[in-house]
């Protein structure tokens, strides 16, 4: 074989895996409707149909020497060829034949080579027949690898960083026109001052020696003879810049549109409908079903929605999670169903809707048992997620299923039982910038409901400060962006929380959960700018130094060496040339929780501890004595009372900066010790820390409604977590 007939041959081996793909998909696909036809008079079609995708394969496979390929295809023509005549019947031994037969096709496809026979010069006419494919006479098609694509798409979208620093660029010169107006009204001004002056010293001679009057004329005359030489220059100048702004803004706008034109266009390239992703999981259902012993049937809508084919490669691994435990968790056993008076085969449908905001809604439901709150909340209490009394709504047992090892199964599977199938879907799916939650009834099933991006390129991000760093959280995960007074901050079982629309949420530092350093904030402010993040039923609230603005991002992976940072999905880089990361929200969410508990902000100098004044309250001697040693230790002046009338009376008569105060004493306890200091205008706003053994959710939530600053168990009670908070309190 010569070299040019050699790279004929690879071209065509190329061109081959690609036309093998489709008919292989194409002959799965007719398999799967062949067993499913129940009226004999659509059989011989998808008969006819299934013959001629194997002898086209088979033809295929010659061309370019595949003698493996070429085999199994001819068995499979031959048996069809047998049907065809009106020979033998259609059986299930048969069938699950076939099936098998297409998954070796499957094994060998994906091999980079196979077995050939001695080489054969390549003609065009062997060139035209694996080319030629069955295409509608109107439609012209090329075929192109996705990757080539890919890469043109990649250039297209970094051409948005220039229309981001074209309208930056913009904005800049509109401001340089707008200070450059100010300026020369401000020169008018003094243009006629400096007339006018001149004009009343013309008036003005008596009095004034000619040498004196000649000598300041002459000086003020130059003066305004310069400034009026100038006014010629400075009308042209002016009319350059309004020109350069006019111009700026007219290639800005073309540039946008042309980006965007472009980017679309090349988006589109790129869009695949759902159905060929979908295409693939009615036999992996039938296969997973019949090996579980149930009978399960694939409904499929809404499959013609087309979406970013690099988010439907993501997708794949998600959706073959779901469908798997639909089947093993949520599709009951025949016998089983049959008891419930439900049909024997279980039906699982994949729906897909578009959304508002160039999103889509994809939900997988099954008709099964439903989720086992009761096994969920067993299982969370066992891995620790969940304490023993702890209530938990619907929402919060099912969400709970996406945490990594919690599973229901009572038994482990090569399938299911390690947990983690929910788990991987849920990062995989907030990876790709989307959110998925779960609904369940006993009843009527589980459903889960993913709602994603139709195209991954760019996005709408809150730019924040925190620390001395900007970052950009993905504006999707934003729920509310709130000003929230100092004085609402709390802290329960040593973390801190904010209450807003009557809820009661934690409550983190953008910095502290990013573990990098607070910007020291002034003492005065009387407010923290506050960001509220969630996903899935998990809200917590982040405090950050300063919201800049919400606007379009082009967000950038960090490359095969950085493919997973924590608390990072990528990076953008602004107008102005700066990278800023994008955040995960995921993982902040992750962090904020693991981070230590309520660590006191560098926002007062230790000195200030010298001059504060705290009461103790406690009447147990050894413990008021270790409070009292702990404050005292750590520079404050610290006062005991040995229950809440005699605090009481002690606050009334000295002063004092916070109070330090068990619950369970004698006389007045330390809830009743809270209400009264609220209820006396002079003592209000004194700071209150209970500190008590009592950790029951109702002795937590009454601690906060009589108006504690601080809830400490004391069960998790160390000497830092007590300074920390007192020294954020005052």
């Known amino acids: 074989m010569t070299e040019n007939e050699q790279r004929l041959l690879q071209r065509l081996q190329a061109t081959f895996r690609v036309e093998a793909d ?19 008079e659509h059989r011989p079609t998808l008969v006819e149909a299934l013959f001629r995708e194997a002898h086209s394969l088979k033809g295929a496979a010659r061309a370019v020497n595949r003698l493996d390929v070429e085999a199994i295809c001819g068995s499979l023509e031959g048996q069809l060829a047998t049907l065809k005549q009106g020979k033998g019947e259609i059986s299930a031994t048969l069938i699950n034949d076939w099936s098998r037969a297409l998954a070796q096709l499957g094994h060998l496809l994906a091999a980079e080579s196979g077995p050939a026979r001695p080489a054969e010069p390549a003609s065009a006419r062997q060139a035209q027949s694996v080319t030629t494919q069955p295409t509608e006479p109107a439609r012209e098609t090329i075929r192109i690898s996705t990757s080539k694509l890919t890469t043109l798409l990649n250039q297209a979208e970094e051409l948005l960083s220039l229309k981001f620093t074209a309208a930056q660029l913009n904005l800049e010169l509109a401001h340089l026109h707008q200070e450059f107006g100010v300026w020369k009204k401000e020169r008018v001004k003094l243009v006629r001052d400096l007339r006018a002056t001149r004009r009343s010293r013309e008036r003005r001679k008596t009095g004034i020696s000619h040498y004196d009057n000649g000598k300041s004329s002459l000086h003020l005359d130059k003066v305004l003879d310069a400034v009026e030489g100038d006014e010629l220059h400075l009308r042209l100048l002016d009319e350059k810049l309004r020109r350069l702004v006019k111009t700026s803004a007219q290639e800005k706008y073309t540039l946008s549109g042309m980006v965007d034109g472009l980017l679309d266009d090349m988006k589109q390239a790129l869009m695949l409908p759902l159905s060929s992703l979908m295409e693939l999981f009615p036999k992996l259902v039938r296969d997973q079903a019949r090996d579980s012993g149930k009978e399960v049937e694939l409904t499929m809508e809404g499959a013609d929605l087309e979406i970013d084919r690099r988010i439907l490669e993501q997708l794949k691994d998600p959706l073959i999670h779901l469908l798997r435990n639909a089947i093993d968790h949520g599709i009951e056993a025949i016998a089983v169903r049959r008891q419930k008076n439900k049909p024997a085969r279980g039906n699982i449908v994949i729906a897909a809707s578009p959304q508002d905001g160039n999103k889509i809604e994809l939900s997988v439901r099954d008709d099964g048992g439903g ?59 907030e990876k790709l910038g989307g959110s998925i939650v779960v609904e369940s009834s006993e009843q009527g099933g589980t459903c889960f409901r993913l709602t994603l991006p139709t195209t991954l390129a760019n996005f709408r991000g809150l730019l924040v400060s925190a620390g001395e760093r900007q970052f950009v959280l993905p504006s999707s995960s934003v729920e509310r962006v709130v000003r929230v007074p100092t004085s609402s901050i709390q802290t329960v079982e040593n973390r801190e929380t904010i209450e807003l629309d009557g809820m009661t949420m934690a409550f983190s530092w953008l910095a502290d959960a990013l573990d990098i350093p607070r910007k020291m904030a002034n003492e005065e402010s009387r407010f923290v700018q506050t960001v509220v993040l969630g996903t899935g039923v998990r809200r917590i609230a982040f405090a950050v130094d300063e919201i800049v603005d919400e606007r379009e991002v082009l967000v950038k992976q960090l490359g095969p060496q950085l493919q997973r940072v924590r608390n990072v999905a990528g990076a953008t880089v602004l107008a102005t040339g700066r990278v800023v990361p994008v955040l995960n929200v995921s993982d902040l969410l992750k962090s904020a929780i693991r981070q230590a508990p309520a660590r006191a902000p560098d926002l007062i100098p230790d000195k200030t501890a010298q001059r504060r004044s705290l009461l103790v309250v406690e009447d147990s001697i050894t413990s008021r004595s270790l409070l009292k040693n702990i404050l005292e230790s750590a520079g404050y002046d610290a006062t005991t009372a040995v229950d809440g009338i005699d605090a009481l009376t002690t606050l009334r008569t000295g002063h004092f900066d916070l109070v330090v105060s068990d619950v369970e004493m004698p006389r007045m306890d330390g809830f009743d010790l809270t209400t009264r200091i609220r209820q006396e205008p002079k003592l209000k706003n004194l700071p209150v820390i209970l500190v008590t053994a009592l950790d029951s959710r109702e002795d937590r939530e009454r601690g906060i409604d009589v108006g504690a600053n601080a809830y400490i168990v004391k069960s998790g009670f160390d000497q830092s977590n007590l300074l920390d908070i007192v020294r954020r309190l005052l």
Not at 380 to 388: C, D, H, I, Q, Y
């Open 22 to 40: 489709e008919h292989l998909l194409s002959m799965n696909t007719l398999l799967l409707k062949l067993e499913q036809a129940d009226a004999t």
């Open 371 to 429: 989720v086992s709150l009761a096994r969920v909340r067993e299982a969370a209490v066992r891995l620790g997620l969940l304490s023993a009394d702890a209530e938990g709504s619907e929402a919060l047992l099912c969400n709970l299923l996406f945490e990594s090892g919690l599973s229901t199964s009572p038994i482990l599977t090569d399938i299911s039982g390690r947990g983690l199938g929910l788990a991987i879907v849920r990062e995989k799916v």
